[in-house]
Each structure stands twice: as C-alpha cells, then as structure tokens.
C-alpha cells in the first residue's frame, strides 16, 4: 500500500507517518495540497497531514482542503511529541543565519530572542528541507531548527537541544483517505471523535447558536469548534466541529438529520481513535 506524507525525508510527518506504516510504502509529498490531490487522484491509498500543533494552533490549510476536497474522509489522528534542535554543518564554526519551517521558529521564538537574538530568520518548506540545505552548503553561515532524525540523515551537528519554548509541545497528524475507515492502531488510544465540516444556513442572527443547540440539547459533547473563511467575501466561514466519545447510531445520526433540517450544510470527516505516538 503506498502512502503520502508531506516530506522531504526525516519532516515530522515522516517520523509520524513511519511510526503507523511500518510496513508499506510510504512517499513524499512537497505540500499539503500535493498530498490531498495523491489522495484524491488515486496515486495513493492515504496519506498523513499535519492537523494542529499545542503552541501555535491549527494549520489552516489543512482544514481549507478538507473542505475543498470532496470524498476525503479522516481514519484517525495520532498525537506525536515535538522535540526541535538547532544544528550547523559539522566543518561550520558558526552561523549568522538560522533557517526552519515558521512554525518551528515560532515554537522556538524565546529561545532564539535569548540566545542569538541578532540571527537572521529564513522560512523554509520544512524542518527537514532547512537541514538539508544547511548540509549542501558548508561554505554558507547556516544553521537549521530540525529534529534529531534530520541531523542524523544529514550528517549535521546539533549544538542545541530540545530548544522548544514550551515543553508540552504536540502535533496532531491525521490520516485521510477516499475510504471511511476507522483505522485501528497499536498505540495508546486517547480518545474517540467524530469530525463535521458545517457552513451555516444563512447569515442570521443566532445562526451559530441555532447549530450548536442541536448538539447541546443532546448533551453532545463539542472539544473543538473552530471558524474559518469560505473566502467568498468577509463575513463568511464554515466551521470545523470535533464530538467528543464515541459514535451514538441513533443520537448522532439525528443531530445530522436535524442539523440538514435547519439548512446547514453538513460534511461528515469521519468517526475514529486519537492515539500517542513517540517522540
């Protein structure tokens, strides 16, 4: 079975997407989009995106394609630990530039602004796409915020370890295939959940409110509820909807019956397990 990822070699998802595919193939994508169209095109049977991180949030774009993509459904979502090192070419004696993904330098902001505030900050594609190119370029006073596989892969030195500015720092990958599966893994379940995808009936008052009734009166229990823009003009959005425990075939299926009655327009992600991977 071939599976996507947003690479290059030794990203995070990698380590994510080695961690629950041990045993198949698995490809790497230069982009999240890459990764929902290898879905979506048949090239691939699944293919694991980066969701939400503890420090800086969700990440949007993969909430966009979920929306834009139809047919793509989410088999489960596992929870990795983030460990970010600062790493230079091992000929380099110093650096006066440090290149990463911007998540990374954001989860790393303190870090960086108490030990080498005057460094120059370059965005990069990915962590490992940074130590990479610090590794072609030993000429060059690079240094790169990756993870420990990376500077294995790369052969680069880490002069700094475990600099994230906060130690709970998670990432949450999903996986997404064409198939509504509930994937089942060998990893300490955390949690069940149920994914909605919901534009508003109309652009009324207590429409939001009318939506999230449904779920209320049920005693549905919503751990995540976020907005974000149809980008069809201001002021209009859909909303991506985590139901917390497990899948109800009567009670919940109602919730999407009325939900359809009120004129929302509904999007069902998919049932399924959260697990913890290791770091």
Known sequence: MKIAFLGPQASFTQLACSQIFPDHEIIPQSSILDCFNAVFDGEVEKAVVPLENSIEGTVSMTLDYLYDFDGIHIETEVVM?????????????NFD?????????AQTFHFRQDYFKNAETRDFSSTAAAAKLVSENPQEKWAAIANSYAAKLYSLKIIHPDIQDFEQNHTKFIVISKKSNLLQLEFQKTSEKTSLLITLPEDHAGGLHQVLSVFAWRKMNLSKIESRTLKT???NYFFFINIANEWHPILSENALEELLAI??????LGHYNEYLLES
């Open 81 to 93: 630990p983030i460990a970010h090192h600062l790493m230079i070419h091992p000929d380099a004696e």
């Open 97 to 105: 530039t440090i290149i990463s993904h911007p998540q990374a330098l």
């Open 233 to 235: 003009g201001l002021g």
């Open 263 to 268: 004129g929302a327009s509904v999007k069902f």
